[in-house]
């Protein structure tokens, strides 16, 4: 299973491969994402089979899952495809303000590489 971010505004994409990856602003992250409130060196995300897993790297802007109004801290946090991942704002259910598009709020999403077996049980 592959994971990726999807901008919920944009559509862009941001593929999300095994191991770990730095993300944010700053050009030697594994991956770059200049959105409002991003750091230079946000999170880390780490992918393993098919789970992946996020954490903070000690920014002030914080990572947010789910309309959580908890920041998910610098510990690993497990993520699953459906999750929204806001980096830097912090929003809540019943928000019903507009919010730019350059705000850095994403949808983990997964898909099944084409090499790989399918499940059986």
């Known amino acids: ?25 700053h050009s030697s992250c594994t991956c770059v994402l200049k959105y ?19 954490k903070e790297l000690g920014n002030n802007n914080g990572v947010f899952l789910n309309y959580w109004p908890m920041r998910i ?9 459906g999750d929204i991942l806001y980096f830097g704002v912090q929003l809540s259910i019943d928000h019903d303000g507009e919010v730019p598009n350059t705000f850095g709020i994403f949808t983990v ?10 499940l059986v049980f």
């Open 1 to 25: 299973m592959a994971f990726y971010l999807e901008h919920v505004f944009t559509g862009d994409r941001y593929n999300l491969v095994d191991g770990i990856q730095v993300l944010g602003r």
């Open 36 to 54: 409002d409130y991003m750091s230079r060196f946000h999170a880390l995300v780490r992918v393993v089979g098919g789970d992946i897993f996020i």
């Open 73 to 81: 801290g610098t510990g690993w946090h497990e993520v699953v495809a």
């Open 109 to 118: 999403k997964s898909f099944e590489q084409p090499n790989e077996e399918p």
